[in-house]
């Protein structure tokens, strides 16, 4: 009972932080251009910090096979995706098709998935979620990026100095290193790190007051979304955990990450690249709600398991 009401409490935080994004929203407090703005802090600034923190903050050595598997458990979940995708979604319009599979398979691993890793396990998850994000970033700025672009043609530069590689290549010297920061760099990092969990829940608060939320029921599409982005995938990659059999926190992270809402990036890369932004919007609102329910029940069956 313990293990279901920390859980609640702190999907609950993040709940009342996204209702505080709808409501300055709806007040005009903060406007579509305040939000795409806090967004690119948070996924240039924001993300690299606080993997760079998380690195940072933990003690003792982490074995390296196990961050070797931080790294390959990501990419499951991600072809897992990528598969059901294809099976799912080949009958629907072309134009709609992009941002049904995008959002599928790209899930939102930073914005919601390291805060909730940190409250459920700690900085020693955040450094297995870390691997993570870098996966999402590398996927998503390749096999994404061509997907929404439209085949176009793909930098080096994109790929390799993405914020999550960024925020692991200066992460991982100084841990295994053991390097130690003087407090005048560390203390600003550490602030800037801890900006990820109110920006961003502001931020997504400020996707769901701006959707047309009597549209969702319309929609099949959306909740089928959903429904595999929040329970097909990570139930078929728990069933896989219970086989491999991963260390706790390695497996209550993954966990937590595979079972997060649609990427935010959905949405930006829809209006990027002209997609169905107004889809792609409904995606991240509507999981991003529906997770309140599921990724409580997920971590709990997790944690009973592992």
Known sequence: MSAVLEVV????????????????????????????????????????????????G????????????????????????????????KKEPLERQKVLRFSLIFSNVGFMGIPLVQGLVGDKGVIYASFGVVVFNVLCWTYG????????????????????VVGLAIGL???????????????????????NTPLAMLVIGSYIAKADLHSFVSDLSVYKVSFLRLVAVPAILLGLLAVIRPEKDL???TMVQAATPV??????????????????????????VLSIITIPVMTVIAQAIC
């Open 9 to 56: 409490s702190k999907v609950a935080v993040i709940l009342i932080l996204i209702l505080v994004g709808c409501f300055i929203t709806k007040r005009g407090m903060l406007t579509e251009r305040g939000a795409s703005e806090i967004t690119t802090v948070l996924i240039k600034l924001v993300t690299p910090c606080v993997i760079i923190n998380s690195f940072i």
């Open 58 to 89: 933990t003690e003792g050595a982490l074995d390296a096979s196990l961050l070797a598997m931080a790294m390959v458990l990501p990419a499951l979940w991600s072809m897992l995706g990528v598969g059901m995708s294809y099976l799912v979604f």
């Open 145 to 164: 990026y061509s997907m929404m672009s439209g085949g176009a043609r793909l930098s080096l530069k994109t790929v390799l100095l993405n914020p999550g």
């Open 173 to 195: 010297p100084i841990y295994f290193l053991k390097l130690q920061l003087p407090g005048i760099i560390a203390e600003p990092l550490g602030y800037i790190a801890d900006l």
């Open 251 to 253: 497996f209550l992270a």
């Open 263 to 288: 990427a935010a990036n959905a949405v930006l890369f829809a209006v990027q690249y002209k997609r169905d932004s107004e889809l792609a919007s409904k995606l991240v609102a509507v999981s991003t």
